[in-house]
């Protein structure tokens, strides 16, 4: 679990992250977006209990951050932004040394290198020198870094950068086997279509602030406003006789279509079906309206940078 | 224990393998230790031969020694190359993250660099010299004895942990290996100093004179092996303040540190001032005992020693070592006069020397300076009481009225400097090294122009127009 309160860090006179407060229970994935410089590595570091906070508090996997150091370390696997590899280890050397940093015995050592290798298809390369490594291999070596010791909390920075669509899926899908695993997840990441399939909760961060927080679903709906529904016919319908359950508008109409504005899908969509059948609509397809994630992080960080907000960001 | 010694064996292990398997560090380092002895060799043969056709053999004696000094050196030198390798290097291709995130405490870290950036140059430099001396005894040159053997390479060991040791303060200021090496010609400069001495020791002194080099090497390497322990601390490591010169950030540092919260010259003396003072007990009470033991040292040895000399003194000599003795309390002839100013920037010249020394060598040599100061006192009070003049007279006649200021003076100064080196080696959580630095350099200006300057202006004043009124009417003529 991790855990902050106001978490904060100044250099000098700048303050690169400025009272973020988040919480990630076992078993999800939390994912920091924002722009580069924007206080994610940073936060990382404070949350590996490399940086000490300038104030504020964070406690990662039951341990503080300040006085507990050793054991957050211990209990954290660690991916960074850059992937950091000795170039003329090979990559069954690298995994060993790092397994003897964090107090491995040997047949825990060669049994976790063996999964991780072959797991992550690096088994053949195993003996070779990570120089001789692509970029793809390379980030999946660091990522096996990370997971030798089974840690109960991962921090990921781009954990898929470089790699190619089919090591990517590899690593997403460990990752989200991981999470199955109750593990605690942050991931920092400019990939926005992989923040959506892999986040349970999203923290858009800028100028070291968290801006929002929350679900993929709460953020859409604070950000682009209710969800919005469209109802396809086979034929042309005027919709006659049709009554709209509560909590439902409708915003544009068609021939061959109907648009909604659904303030609580989960309850109003049924009625709404229901409504639709009952007035013997020729109904052939009901669904969202596509909204991405990245729609909400563009709006987000434009309302961030506008004039105005600039201005209250200042004072 | 043996689980922390392991963790530093693992650092250092895997260094190892890293150097074994990088021809940059190698080659340079295959080379030096088998092309050096040859070298040397050659020379030390052409000159003993040049100095045995006219006779000599002062030098040649001695060359066998000293070139086991410099052969011993070269390899060393590579210890830089690995030493900033092995820190910024790792820091500039950012491996050294994930190892700072592992469970590891800074000084296994810190130990296992420092150890592995030591231990290959001197295996290397240790090749050298046997090569060396292989070589030796088979010709007709004089093999040095085991015991000068053994304190040169106690010498050689000393210059790599110095020369690491200094590498990784230089390292933990960096963040690319560029800016090491600009900077690690504050290591090559100094160093090269030293060797230039210890030659010069090797070839005029005794084999007991190496004793204080080695101690001084020692002493030096003992006190960056502290401040690097004491800032190599994670959060300097993964900095960003390093390589960027802001001045701005730095006016203001210096600025908060010298003004405080004072908004007059009467609230900076009260509050900071004052403050700067109170942190100048301990420094203050240790340079007192350094006077008393320096004075009574000097004053001693001048007393013992110093009758066998003069009684062996042609007349000639004896006035000069009395005028000498009459210069350093500024006792000139009546009809002469020293000007305040003169007195004073003298007096201000000394005491910024006690400071530059003592930045270079975190307060070894400006200490080292004051005390030389102190021990004039005694050295010249002891002079006098040979020549029948009462120390106890001339002492209050000659020093008391204006000592009451310039003494004070200069253990202010000294003082000061002795906090900065006490500081500077002392871990300062949640402090940056330039932020230490800057606050250290407020402290010492606030001293300096606060109080040591009135106090040398006012001492100055006194010297050149009360001490020799007294002086004269007190002392036989």
């Given at each position: 679990m991790i855990e902050t309160r106001d978490l904060s860090k100044q250099f000098n006179d700048f303050w690169a992250v400025d009272g973020v407060t988040i919480s990630v229970q076992p078993g999800q994935i939390l994912t920091l977006l924002g722009q580069n410089g924007a206080g994610k590595t940073t936060t990382v570091r404070m949350l590996t209990a490399l940086l000490k906070p300038t104030r504020g508090w964070a406690r990662v996997a039951g341990y503080d951050v300040m006085s507990q150091g050793d054991r957050v370390r211990a209990s954290v696997g660690v991916l960074t932004e850059?992937?950091?590899?000795?170039?003329?280890?090979?990559g069954i050397e690298y995994l060993d040394f790092f397994g003897r940093i964090y107090r491995l015995s040997a047949k825990a050592r060669e049994s976790r290198s063996d999964y991780l290798l072959n797991y992550f298809g690096l088994s053949q390369a195993?003996?070779?020198?990570?120089?001789?490594?692509?970029k793809g291999m390379r980030q999946k070596l660091a990522l096996a870094r990370a997971l030798m010791h089974e840690p109960p909390v991962l921090l990921l920075d781009e954990p898929t950068s470089a790699m190619d669509p089919e090591s990517a899926r590899l690593v997403r899908d460990e990752i989200a086997r991981l999470r199955s695993s109750q593990r605690t997840i942050v991931i920092c990441t400019h990939n926005l279509a992989e923040a959506e399939i892999l986040a349970d909760k999203i923290a858009i961060i800028y100028r070291g602030r968290i801006l929002m927080v929350g679900t993929l679903n709460e953020l859409k709906q604070k950000v682009l406003g209710t969800a919005e529904y469209e109802a396809k016919f086979s034929s042309a319908w005027r919709g006659n006789g049709f009554n709209l359950p509560n909590g439902?508008?409708?915003?544009e109409r068609r021939d061959m279509s109907l648009r909604f504005s659904v303030e609580n899908p989960s309850e109003a969509n049924p009625l709404l079906l229901h409504s639709l059948t009952d007035s013997r609509a020729p109904l052939v397809a009901f669904q969202e309206v596509p909204r991405s994630l990245e729609q909400v992080y563009l709006k987000v960080m434009a309302d961030a940078q506008a004039p105005s907000a600039e201005a209250v960001h200042a004072g | 224990m043996l689980a922390d010694l392991q963790m530093v064996w693992l650092v250092a292990q895997r260094e190892l393998r890293d150097q074994f398997r990088d021809w940059r560090i190698l080659t340079p380092l295959i080379v030096l230790t088998l092309s050096f002895p040859f070298l040397m060799n050659q020379v030390a043969h052409e000159a003993v031969g040049f100095f045995s056709r006219y006779g000599t053999t002062l030098i040649a004696d001695r060359l066998v020694p000293f070139s086991v000094l410099i052969i011993g050196f070269f390899p060393i030198t590579i210890s830089l190359v690995v030493a900033l390798e092995s820190f910024v290097g790792e820091k500039e291709r950012g491996t050294i993250e994930p190892l700072l995130s592992a469970p590891m405490q800074n000084w296994h870290l810190y130990f296992g660099k420092l150890l592995i950036g030591i231990l290959t140059p001197l295996v290397a430099s240790y090749a050298s010299i046997a090569f060396y001396l292989a070589m030796v005894s088979h010709q007709r040159l004089q093999m040095p004895s085991v015991y000068t053997l053994t304190l040169l390479f106690m010498l050689t060991t000393a210059h790599a942990v110095l020369m690491v040791s200094a590498a990784i303060v230089i390292s933990v200021q960096s963040t690319s290996v560029r800016a090491a090496n600009l900077l690690a010609s504050f290591i090559i400069i100094p160093v090269a100093l030293m060797m230039q001495g210890e030659s010069v020791l090797m070839f005029w002194?005794?084999?007991?004179?190496?004793w204080l080099a080695i101690v001084a090497v020692v002493i030096m390497a003992g006190l960056l092996v502290r401040l690097g322990l004491s800032h190599f601390e994670r959060e300097y490591l993964l900095g960003r303040e390093f390589d960027s010169l802001n001045l701005r950030w730095m006016g203001r540092t210096f600025w908060g540190s010298f003004r405080?919260?004072?908004?007059s010259l009467f609230g900076w003396y009260r509050f900071e001032v004052r403050k700067a003072m109170r942190q100048l007990i301990v420094p203050m009470l240790i340079v007192a005992g350094i006077a008393v033991v320096g004075y009574w040292l000097s004053y001693h040895w001048v007393t013992v020693n110093i009758p066998k000399m003069l009684s062996d003194a042609t007349p000639s000599d004896y006035a000069d070592i009395i005028q000498d003795a009459r210069q350093s309390v500024g006792l000139v002839q009546a009809n002469q006069h020293i000007s305040a100013l003169a007195i004073f920037a003298n007096n201000i010249r000394v005491t910024f020397l006690i400071f530059l020394g003592g930045i270079v060598s975190f307060s070894v040599l400006g200490v080292m300076t004051y005390l030389i100061n102190i021990g004039l006192i005694g050295t010249v009070l002891g002079i006098f009481k040979l020549i029948g003049v009462s120390p106890t007279l001339l002492f209050l006649a000659g020093l008391l009225p204006h000592g009451i200021f310039e003494i004070p003076a200069l253990m202010f100064a000294s003082a000061i400097v002795l906090r900065i080196g006490a500081v500077l080696v002392t871990p300062q959580i949640g402090k940056s090294m330039g932020q230490v630095i800057l606050e250290l350099a407020a402290d010492w200006v606030k001293v300096f122009f606060g109080v040591v300057i009135p106090l040398l202006a006012i001492a100055a004043l006194v010297e050149a127009y009360i001490t020799p009124s007294i002086l004269f009417a007190v002392l036989p003529k």
């Open positions: 850059q992937h950091g590899l000795y170039m003329r280890m090979t195993a003996s070779r020198r990570i120089g001789e490594y692509s439902v508008t409708l915003i | 002194g005794t084999d007991k004179v190496l405080g919260e004072s908004k």
